[in-house]
């Protein structure tokens, strides 16, 4: 099964001048398409720990997962993610040469709206083009906020049951980040989408501690492969107070069973229950 994870880059992000607004964002676009997001890592703008997040993320990449890489693609000094992308895969940075097509055409169309003549050898236009610079076989990701484009690089399938997966990089703007990331999944990630192939159920349970649940939790999931059982305690929620929702995701085909052999057992406690909640992707 292909996993998708997001990594977000930037200093701005850690020292809270930015609230992350990328996670929730591609939750719900996954979610929009029937699919769910693995895990996720935050890293400042320091190329030792760029690289080292990036070289695992390719690792994973090997195995058939998708990464979304957010952040630190510009031009700037304290935008490191091309060169740190390159160094984890040992590769050397080149002008893409279709990338350095869309700069000079997002650049000719910025001298056009302030009426000046575009001069591709003026120094900001020749600096423009850093932006261009990746790795040595990557594909250039659109953008079509700006023409300014980000990048991807795919790997080959490390197992012969795996497909390939890929790191794709977009800039830290969500106005073009988010816009990126939705066109890739419609159109290279489409044969994914598993709109109704999952869904959540639980119910809220007044007064249990999680260590009475707990056996009665590893039970069903060793019940029912596939299904994942949680648990999620409260201790001040203004509606229900302190209480437990407790809950199985999955395959709906597996999941009923299982939500049916976890309400028995939760009556066999004795439990009191709250209201229950159903969520289907």
């Known amino acids: 099964m292909t996993t998708f994870s997001l990594i977000l880059i930037g200093d701005e992000i850690l ?8 996670l929730p964002k591609t939750i719900e676009l996954l979610a929009e398409r029937g699919l769910q997001l693995s895990g996720a890592e935050i890293v400042g703008d320091d190329p030792v720990r760029i690289t080292a997040v990036l070289r695992r993320a390719f690792e994973r990449a090997a195995l058939g997962e998708v990464v979304f890489c957010c952040g630190g693609i510009g031009a700037t000094p304290d935008d490191h993610t091309r060169q740190c992308a390159a160094a984890a895969l040992g590769r ?6 279709q990338a350095a097509e869309l700069i000079h055409e997002r650049a000719r169309d910025m001298a056009r709206e302030k009426g000046v003549v ?12 850093n932006m261009g610079v990746f790795p040595e076989g990557a594909e250039i990701l659109p953008n079509p906020y700006n023409k300014i484009p980000g990048f991807s690089i795919e790997m080959p399938a490390r197992l012969p049951a795996s497909q390939p997966g890929a790191v794709h990089f977009m800039p830290g703007f969500p106005v073009m980040a988010w816009p990126m990331m939705d066109g890739l999944l419609d159109q290279k990630y489409a044969h994914l989408h598993a709109r109704g192939a999952w869904g959540e159920r639980s119910i809220i349970v007044y007064g249990a501690m999680e260590a009475v649940l707990t056996p009665l939790m590893e039970a069903i999931e060793a019940g029912h492969p596939g299904v994942k059982v949680f648990s999620l305690p409260s201790v001040d929620h203004p509606e229900h ?17 299982a939500y049916e052999e976890m309400l028995a057992g939760l009556q066999t406690l004795g439990c009191r229950l709250g209201p229950e909640l159903v969520r289907t992707v």
Do not use: T
């Open 15 to 22: 020292s809270g001048k930015r609230v992350d607004k990328h």
């Open 92 to 97: 050397p940075l080149r002008l893409h040469p």
């Open 118 to 129: 575009y001069d591709p050898d003026q120094p900001d236009n020749v600096h423009r083009l």
């Open 241 to 257: 107070g302190r209480h437990i929702e407790l809950g199985v995701k999955g395959e709906p085909a597996r999941m009923v069973p």
